[in-house]
């Protein structure tokens, strides 16, 4: 079963920058399209981006559009989450998922595979 592992959080300062990988534990064309949503305490689970197979196709939520950049390395089975420009309201619980087909898709349901989730808190 492939398992998908986060890294990459932190603390840091609004308007600083962290980059999130998440790493596949198997060959990537058992886990394809790759999205991050986000989880603050008392909220519901949110998109933040997601990526097709190829990288041609991202998606990204409004709040984070121009400030969050996704990226895919397929050899390394490894997708990224640049964050810059990043704002206390960025504070949660980011998790990566994936699922076995090509294309991306915003709505959690759609995947099958969770990480463990990786602390993002932005201090003001």
């Known amino acids: 079963q492939v398992q998908l592992v986060e890294s990459g959080g932190g603390l840091v300062q609004a308007g600083g920058s962290l980059r999130l990988s998440c790493a596949a534990s198997e060959r990537a064309f058992s886990v394809k399209a790759m999205g991050w949503f986000r989880q603050a305490p008392g909220k519901e689970r949110e998109f933040v981006a997601a990526?097709?197979?190829?990288?041609?196709?991202?998606y990204y939520a409004d709040s984070v559009k121009g400030r969050f950049t996704i990226t895919r390395d397929n050899p390394k089975n490894t997708v990224y989450l640049q964050m810059n420009s990043l704002q206390p309201e960025d504070t949660a619980v980011y998790y990566c998922?994936?699922?076995?087909?090509?294309?991306?898709?915003?709505?959690?349901?759609?995947?099958?595979?969770w990480g463990q989730g990786t602390q993002v808190t932005v201090s003001s």
């Open positions: 990526i097709s197979w190829s990288g041609s196709t991202t």
């Open positions: 998922a994936g699922e076995r087909t090509a294309a991306a898709h915003t709505d959690p349901t759609w995947y099958t595979r």
